[in-house]
């Protein structure tokens, strides 16, 4: 059965953007997302609320067209361009490149979806991962803390529901060069 996994990049206090959706501060070098690409080559799907899509979509499609991006960029658009992508919004009617809209998160659809064939799938997105959160339905965590602080009151934390409590299960650790750290989480016993 495949696993939905969530994958987000955190500061050292736990936010996941700074204020006006600030992603800056993130850390990605080659060696960070060389390794992302690898990660997302291997998944089944992407899943992702409509503000974490629209980003994306505004800029993968055609990354690999532009003379100043890298290689591991032009490799990502390719990527994230293959890869079937489910986009949760209740404003969305449609969506291009390999993507279908659905406007709730229904648990039933979600084991389905697992239990199909192919890899793993990748979740992102603040309000649908808390979504999926307090329906309990994230078996793993891939938390990738960046060397940056930026303060309370600064920013959007990645965990904000306060009824959800989960126990987890460390699966591995991995310190990238530039001072990233990946903590990688299984679902614990509750």
Request: proline letters at 4%; glycine letters at 8%; aromatic letters at 10%.
């Amino acid at each position: 059965m495949r696993k939905i996994i969530l994958i987000a990049s955190v500061s050292v206090d736990g936010y996941f953007e700074g204020l006006n959706r600030d992603i800056s501060w993130n850390m990605v070098d080659e060696e960070l997302h060389q390794h992302f690409n690898d990660v997302c080559r291997e998944m089944g799907a992407f899943i992702d609320g409509r503000v974490t899509y629209e980003l994306m979509a505004d800029y993968w499609p055609t990354a690999d067209q532009d003379p100043n991006s890298t290689a591991v960029e032009a490799e990502f658009a390719a990527i994230w361009r293959e890869i079937p992508k489910i986009v949760f919004s209740r404003t969305l009617t449609e969506a291009g490149w390999n993507t279908t809209v659905k406007h709730d998160v229904v648990p039933e659809e979600i084991a389905e979806l697992k239990a199909q064939p192919g890899g793993d799938i990748a979740l992102s997105g603040a309000n649908l991962t808390a979504t999926f959160l307090r329906l309990g339905l994230v078996d793993e965590y891939r938390i990738y803390v960046h060397p940056v602080v930026l303060g309370q009151g600064n920013g959007r934390p990645l965990f904000e529901s306060p009824d959800v409590r989960m126990n987890l299960k460390l699966a591995g650790t991995h310190a990238f060069g530039n001072g990233v750290v990946l903590l990688h989480y299984e679902r614990g016993q509750d």
